[in-house]
């Protein structure tokens, strides 16, 4: 009998040399504890860096390097915003970020992540030579399905680069892909950077805010409806995320949603890894809470999902 894959799900780890350098050393310890525990595999959906800047990527690649990740049956990773547009950190960065925005250059950028990290995609099945998304990697009955969320600048559908989109092209290589025959029989797990469910606030005095108009106008993921449909008719049995900075598990029209947006900038001085389990019987869903002492801390089974459409969170 096979036996059970082990996946450490992280996503947003926004490495920043300039602020919040603490985050390199929060990804070094939820690195070295996936390790610790086993893992598989390892998959972090996107915003890896803070600002896309050449030094973040440089370090992050320099710490994947230092633990044997890159390597791609080791390690999956998918760009976030902050990895194409970069973010807005000090207030003075508000009025111009929508500008930096409209002069990214998108195809370059994407076409940069994927060369910083090229032992990760070089030897995953491509669906289409040159083209890197979505990727497919596969596992004795496990499949690794990588899709890229992120949108294109557009001055109406995505001002400052936060809201998501899986375009036509990518779609239609996405359904050959999950429909593919040799891929009929195994456990499918698709990465994807952004969210499933609403942005709403739980009920509390935010709700209507402003804000909260603003956060649903610019984390969008457009075209969520076809791909909840494509996931359904392929049987897809987990949807990885991030964005989101919050750790949970919820349903969306019968499909399972996982978000580790919290690995290390979720509530408080928390940091959280998620394990996703693969065995014959099915996949299973486990927290790890940190800090230390790591060993000590409790697993906390997932799949809480009495109310999924609660996140409040930017991204
Ligand atoms: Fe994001
Ligand atoms: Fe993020």
């Known amino acids: 009998m096979e036996r059970p894959f082990t996946i450490a799900h992280l996503s947003d780890l926004h490495i920043s040399l300039d602020h919040s350098r603490h985050n390199i050393k929060k990804t070094r310890s939820l690195i070295e504890y996936c390790l610790r525990q086993g893992a598989d595999h390892i998959v972090i959906t996107g915003d890896i860096t803070a600002n ?7 370090a992050t690649r320099k710490i994947f390097r ?30 111009s970020f929508p500008k930096r925005c409209k002069t990214t250059d998108y195809d370059r950028k994407m076409r940069e992540f994927r060369e910083y990290f090229h032992e990760v995609f070089d030897s995953s099945e491509q669906n289409g030579s040159g083209i890197s998304f979505p990727f497919v990697k596969v596992f004795g009955s496990v499949a690794i399905i990588g899709a890229n969320s992120i949108a294109r600048y557009s001055r109406v559908k ?54 909260d108009a603003v956060e649903r106008q610019t984390m969008k993921l ?75 801390q409790p697993t906390e089974p997932l799949l809480n999902s009495a109310n999924p459409l609660v996140v409040s969170e930017a991204a």
């Not at 896309?52 to 440089?58: A, I, L, P, R, T």
């Not at 598990?249 to 019968?254: H, I, S």
Request: hydrophobic share 35%; with cysteine.
């Open 158 to 211: 995505n001002p400052i680069g936060s809201n998501g989109e899986v375009d036509d092209k990518q779609f239609e290589r996405m359904r050959r892909t999950l429909m593919a025959e040799h891929l009929k029989e195994k456990r499918k797990l698709v990465l994807i950077h952004h969210h499933f469910n609403k942005i709403l606030s739980n009920g509390s005095e935010r709700t209507n805010s402003v804000w």
């Open 52 to 58: 896309g800047e050449k030094k973040e990527f440089e």
């Open 222 to 296: 457009r075209g969520k409806k076809r791909l909840l449909q494509l996931f359904a008719a392929s049987s897809v049995d987990l949807v990885l995320h991030g964005h989101v900075h919050r750790n949970h598990e919820y349903m969306r029209k019968g499909i399972r949603f996982l978000n580790a947006g919290g690995s290390i900038l979720g509530d408080n001085s928390a940091f959280n890894v998620a394990f996703i389990r693969v065995t014959p019987a099915g996949v299973q869903t486990m927290l790890r809470k940190l800090p230390q002492p790591a060993a000590t």
């Open 66 to 95: 230092n633990y044997g990740l890159l390597d791609c049956r080791k390690l999956s990773l998918l760009c976030g915003n902050h990895d194409v547009y970069g973010g807005v950190h000090r207030a003075e960065e508000i009025l």
